[in-house]
């Protein structure tokens, strides 16, 4: 199967939307977030059949083609299964990102024109192999947002907008600075290529810190995580989804793919700074989440606590801490879209997010607030549910790092699973439990477009925590490929 | 045959090209600064000539560089007229100190 | 597989029920309680099926009931040996368990038929129920530690979604809260525990587990003591974690503030769960565990003194309340003291092993006399239309069913022969007597202030003074009745099934010594508290007030629970939020985000300096391009050489 086909889709459909009229805007975006999900299952599909085959490449279906060839840049292409699951999750955002926001009223085309652009970035940079090319499929998906927030968002919008871009683009100019550094020191901007080379460890360990700082600032890692709640909390709903659901993975991805797997003797050097701003996050994340009044700031603050645990497993290098990092990226994906979903619906309905007067919502719209249930014991790790899956995964990876420190801050790291209890369940207590206010009594439930995007997600996430073998038996070939690289590499100095 | 030196015809370009300059820096109707503008052409043009035709004698370059000049100065006037028509409909002026929209 | 494949559908009946309830409740509604009933009866039947083919069929070999693993998928591998394992084990203690769940659970699916008959949410009320019990039946049959965890959470939710049914009361919501919360936290214990013993253990199935680490020489148990954190070993780390788990679930102190609050939910779910089922989780987890607990003495002194100091502490606090179904609650605490001590004190084989059964034969019959007391509750809130003993009297000719049934759990819970608590709390003192002498001084107070409390709930209920009630209506359908009459019977006759032959430590028949001379003690000194309380609360007066006078700040601290809930909220409202969770926040909004807007900031101000150079003027533009050439011109001619 051709990859580029998941850019070129996007790509396509944005041309259409372009040149139609604005009245058949929504359903355009529609039919091409519904193919992207098709093309999507069939990668996956396809992916599937080839390795049952017996296929052990690490990289499946690779294309390379000259791009620019003075600086050797190539456009190069190939998944592993991690790519492939990274891909699924960003068709299935889109799909249900497009969904809700089936009702948006100011510039329809434009919103979903930016959204499409969005998207054809972030299928780019999961499957370049290439690291001018990811770089370049990076800052694709970087200058919607700043126009998605910018323009329908709400609050202090220009003011978020302005400081996400420009803390996302500072990540870029690390990440840019870390790649010049792999290209000078390896020669080449293929990353297959750069994994076979050794550089020294004094090279490795100043690359090192530009690329992970620098895509930590999209993974939300303390302490360059303050653009997530401003970003969020102003964002159009579709727009937090996408900023949740995508751009923090592209962080998480680009730390896995590029910093960890690139650079392994680094990465051990650094593992302790690593864990440590994980730590911190996981902790201080939740305790600051619990302080917050704001629906929407609950749930960023919430994320910046759940991408610690993503940054933790990476931290821990170990085959099972790895693997459950990439599974907390899909789940807390998966958990957060269907999150700022349920808060948007809400808002759309009461115009207020402040949790102190919203209130018995359950008697109101029954089906909104079972979602936003749903999405709430999620968060908090209930069994059944994905996100149990990834953080019991990363804990118990975690505490294979037979370091005590490091056994002392994946304890830290649990004990979060309390505090989220707390905050969520405060958060559910007061909105969706309790006397419902009068001036809410007639308010409508979720409309059709909501009802499927919340049980797209829904499915996608009890798929998860029920049978999460289906999952691992994706990521884990890739992930173990990669651990193998990193020991191997580490092993012979 | 060389009764005029090559410094008489230096001093008059330089002389010609820091009236055009002075001209630029004091007007302020635009008009005015493009043909102080033209008058710092010409003086480049009389030096391409001058050394064209001093130490090169053979050659043609200097005089080619001049019809260049002539040229573009020829297109730069239009494209600056049209500017200022386009000045003038918008601001109902022609001073440059009206013109100063594209600030910070 | 080894006959006994049917086993998955015991739970997952009740999962079906729970999913069509949950889709389809709308269109189902008053429907789905007669589904969800009909589906767990299917279970129940097929749990008796399990049990009698197990005790009596195929479980004994060579005399010694062996475990079974009906069942085994690998649900998520974490690295090679250590994967959470959905399987379905049956030994005696869940083939025990097994049929304890299922049958209470039915009858509470039954009396609710008529107890939440008119509910608007009818449909999630039965699917709740569903939920809880097919966890319940996943955390009875689990033979991982980890799925253990999975379905320990779930019927945590569950616990949560029932008691906060009421979801409009904010009483009901922030005690689901609280229980879901101070559960949750004694989980991570749990949690924690879970990977300290992976990791020595090199297993997460319990039957490996065990065996890697009971052999005393083995590799896994010599690493596990040797290495240490804090002074303290590796087992006792991990086995002192997973208590905490237990004792969380199990309402022990001082983890038990959430259980009297947990009232807040539908009384037959406080029969179901908080008094039945998920309460005695914790007594099961340390039972499962049993052979790995026994090798750390000092965990299990702890086991025993949480015990022993939870069923004390109950039982004084139970004597002061007046809600009726909080009395019940401390009860409950009390008596899962009781059979959290006497798994302490027991020993790991033979005739040592006497505490662990008397322990889950006490687990057993208190399931029955418990789940009656509650659903008779229920039976009498549903009638007056209160929970507040004060509300209530004279209720026995108006209520003549409930009365019996209530009168003979009180005689079981008291430890009355011939009902079936006598039997097993004769057990659980003799064993004590022997392993431990200040804990049997301690458990027979207990139990003497045990039927005291009761009886004085049952005299003031159903004696004391004249009914204020005009009946308006009956004790209720015979939904309701059914239920109590089955269980009454249970509590008459559970004392006699000779637990002791099939539920063991070690597998093997323990010989039990019924012996008279030593029941003698405790009996009379029940009888004795029964007719106090009979003197004091048969009639209206004014004794017992006078006594908590008489006692004064004692009462008072007893009354109000020696202040533990006051304690926790003054860590969690005055230490917790004012002092981690807002400087947090402040710290995020002011320093670090601080910190962006301050290089931001500075960056502006530097612009601002410039800026007046980029004036909009061409002629200054002009003059900056001229006076540059001008310069490089200089620096080319004169400098650069």
């Known amino acids: 199967m051709n990859l580029s086909l998941l850019v070129l889709l996007p790509v396509c459909t944005f041309l259409v939307l372009l040149l139609l009229q604005a009245r058949f805007a929504r359903q355009v975006a529609l039919t091409g977030a519904v193919l992207q999900l098709l093309v999507c299952g069939y990668l996956l599909w396809q992916y599937l059949a080839v390795r049952d085959l017996g296929n052990t490449a690490p990289m499946l279906f690779e294309t390379d083609q000259v791009w620019y060839a003075p600086l050797q840049i190539h456009y190069h292409t190939g998944v592993d299964g991690i790519a492939v699951a990274m891909i699924l999750l960003t068709a299935l955002i889109v799909l249900t990102g497009i969904l809700v926001s089936w009702t948006i009223d100011k510039w329809q085309k434009e919103f979903f024109l930016l959204l499409l652009l969005l998207s054809a970035g972030a299928y780019g940079f999961f499957i370049s192999l290439d690291l001018f090319t990811m770089f370049f499929f990076l800052e694709v998906a970087v200058i919607p947002k700043f126009l998605l927030i910018g323009i329908w968002g709400s609050g202090r919008k220009e003011y978020s907008a302005m400081k996400l871009a420009l803390m996302l683009m500072a990540g870029s100019a690390l990440v840019f600075v870390g790649l010049l550094g792999l290209y000078f020191g390896a020669g080449s901007f293929d990353m297959m290529t750069i994994a076979k080379t050794t550089l020294s460890q004094t090279s490795q360990s100043y690359i090192f810190i530009f690329l992970f700082s620098g895509f930590g600032i999209f993974a939300a890692m303390f302490p360059f995580h303050t653009w997530v709640p401003d970003g969020h909390a102003s964002a159009p709903t579709a727009a937090s989804m996408f900023l949740a659901g995508i751009s923090m993975k592209l962080g998480g991805y680009g730390c896995l793919r590029v910093a960890v797997f690139l650079l392994p003797q680094a990465a051990h050097q650094y593992a302790w700074a690593i864990i440590l701003l994980a730590a911190i996050a996981i902790i201080y994340g939740a305790f600051a989440t619990m302080m917050q009044t704001d629906l929407k700031y609950i749930n960023a603050y919430s994320s910046v606590s759940h991408c610690g645990f993503v940054l933790l497993g990476i931290g821990m290098l170990t085959e099972t801490s790895v693997n459950g990092a990439v599974l907390q990226m899909i789940s807390h994906g998966l958990m957060t879209a269907l999150f700022f979903a349920a808060i948007g619906m809400i808002y759309s309905r009461t115009h207020t997010r402040m949790v102190a007067s919203l209130g018995g919502l359950l008697k109101a719209m029954p089906f909104i607030s079972t979602v936003f249930v749903i999405a709430g014991l999620c968060s908090l790790g209930l069994p059944g549910l994905s996100g149990f899956v990834a953080e019991m995964t990363v804990f118990m990876g975690a505490w294979q790092n037979p370091d005590t420190w490091y056994r002392v801050a994946t304890v830290l790291a649990c004990a979060s699973i309390v505090v989220t209890a707390v905050y969520i369940l405060r958060a559910a207590g007061k909105t969706i439990m309790g006397p419902l206010p009068e001036n809410y009594a007639g308010l409508p439930d979720a409309t059709w477009n909501e009802k499927t995007a919340a049980v797209l997600l829904v499915a996608a996430i009890v798929l998860m925590g029920v049978a999460p073998f289906l999952v691992t038996q994706l990521v884990h070939p890739g992930v173990e490929n990669m651990m193998r690289q990193v020991d191997k590499l580490v092993t012979l100095n | ?104 | 597989m080894n006959g006994y494949a049917y086993l998955i559908w015991i739970p997952l009946l009740p999962l079906l029920g729970f999913v069509l309830m949950g889709l389809f409740g709308r269109t189902l509604r008053n429907a789905s309680g007669m589904i969800g009933t009909l589906l767990l009866a299917g279970s129940t039947l097929l749990s008796f099926v399990a049990a009698y083919q197990y005790f009596f069929s195929d479980g004994k070999v060579n005399d010694v009931y062996r475990k079974i693993t009906a069942f085994t998928i690998t649900w998520l591998q974490f690295s090679p040996g250590v994967s959470i394992d959905m399987s379905l084990v049956i030994d005696p203690v869940s083939a025990m368990m097994l049929v304890v769940v299922c049958f209470v659970s039915l009858m509470v699916h039954v009396f609710s038929l008529g107890y939440m008959k008119g509910e608007t949410r009818f449909a999630t009320y039965y699917a709740y129920l569903s939920l809880f019990t097919f966890s319940m039946l996943g955390l009875v049959l689990a033979g991982n530690l980890f799925q253990v965890y999975i379905f320990w959470e779930l019927v945590g939710v569950s616990s949560f979604l029932l008691i906060g049914f009421y979801y409009d009361r904010p009483s009901a919501v922030a005690a689901s809260k609280k229980a879901f919360i101070v559960t949750r936290f004694a989980d991570l214990g749990f949690l924690v525990g879970i990977l300290v013993m992976a990791f020595y253990g090199q297993s997460l199935d319990i039957a490996t587990l065990i065996g890697n680490l009971a052999a005393p020489q083995s590799a896994a148990y010599l690493s596990m003591t040797t290495a240490g954190f804090m002074g303290i070993s590796a087992l006792t780390w991990g086995l002192l974690l997973i208590f905490i788990g237990g004792a969380g679930k199990s309402a022990m102190f001082p983890l038990h503030i959430w259980l009297p609050d947990a009232m807040e939910g539908p009384t037959p779910v406080s029969a179901l769960i908080h008094a039945a089922t998920m309460v005695v989780a914790g007594v099961y987890l340390v039972a499962r565990l049993f052979p790995v607990f026994s090798l750390d003495v000092s965990v299990m002194q702890v086991v025993t003194w949480t015990g022993i100091v939870s069923a004390l502490l109950a039982a004084l606090i139970a004597c002061t309340q007046t809600d009726i179904k909080r009395v019940l609650a401390y009860s409950t605490m009390s008596q899962i003291g009781y059979m959290m001590f006497a798994l302490g004190i027991s020993g790991s084989g033979g005739e040592d092993g006497l505490g662990f059964m008397a322990s889950m034969f006490h687990l057993f019959t208190h399931a029955f006399f418990k789940s009656l007391l509650f659903l008779c509750a229920g039976v009498i809130i549903h009638f007056v239309h209160s929970n507040d003993m004060r509300d209530m009297g004279g209720l026995r000719k108006l209520l003549p069913v409930t009365h019996v049934c209530f009168l003979v759990a009180c005689l079981a819970i008291s430890g009355i022969p011939p009902f079936a608590g006598f039997f097993s709390k004769e057990e659980i003192l003799l064993a004590a007597y022997h392993a431990n002498k200040p804990v049997y001084f301690i458990a027979l107070f207990t139990a003497v202030l045990t039927a005291f409390y009761m009886f004085r709930l049952y005299f003031s209920v159903f004696w004391h003074k004249e009914p204020g009630h005009s009946p308006t209506h009956g004790e209720g359908a015979l939904s309701m009745k059914l239920p109590l009459i089955v269980l009454l019977l249970c509590t008459v006759l559970a004392g006699f099934i000779p637990i002791a032959s099939w539920v063991t430590v070690d597998g093997k028949t323990l010989a039990t010594h019924m012996n008279p001379g030593f029941s003698v003690a405790p009996v009379v000194l029940s009888t004795l508290a029964i007719l106090l309380a009979m003197r004091w609360y048969k009639k209206t007066s004014d004794t017992p007030d006078a006594a908590a006078s008489a006692l004064g700040p004692a009462f008072q601290t007893v009354s109000k629970k020696f202040y533990i809930d006051e304690a926790y909220l003054f860590v969690t409202r005055k230490i917790v939020f004012p002092f981690i969770g807002r400087p947090a926040a402040w710290i995020d909004r002011h320093i670090v985000d601080g910190a962006v807007n301050g290089i931001a900031g500075i960056t502006g101000k530097l612009s601002q300096s410039v800026r007046a150079w980029q004036s909009g003027k061409v002629q200054s533009y002009a003059l900056y391009f001229f006076s540059g050439i001008a310069l490089l011109a200089i620096v080319f001619i004169y400098l650069w050489k």
Do not use: C
Not at chain 2, 55 to 66: I, N, Q, S, W
């Open chain 2, 1 to 104: 045959m060389n009764t005029v030196p090559l410094s008489h015809i230096l001093f008059l370009s330089t002389a010609l090209f820091f009236i055009g300059m002075y001209g630029l820096f004091t007007r302020r109707n635009m008009i005015t600064m493009l043909m102080a503008i033209e008058l710092m052409l010409n003086s480049v043009n009389i030096n391409f000539v001058a050394f064209n035709k001093y130490l090169y004698p053979g050659k043609l370059d200097g005089l080619f560089f001049a019809l260049f000049i002539i040229t573009i100065a020829a297109a730069e006037a239009a494209v600056a007229i049209a500017i200022i028509i386009n000045l003038y409909r918008t601001h109902r002026s022609i001073d440059v100190d009206d013109a100063t929209d594209m600030k910070y």
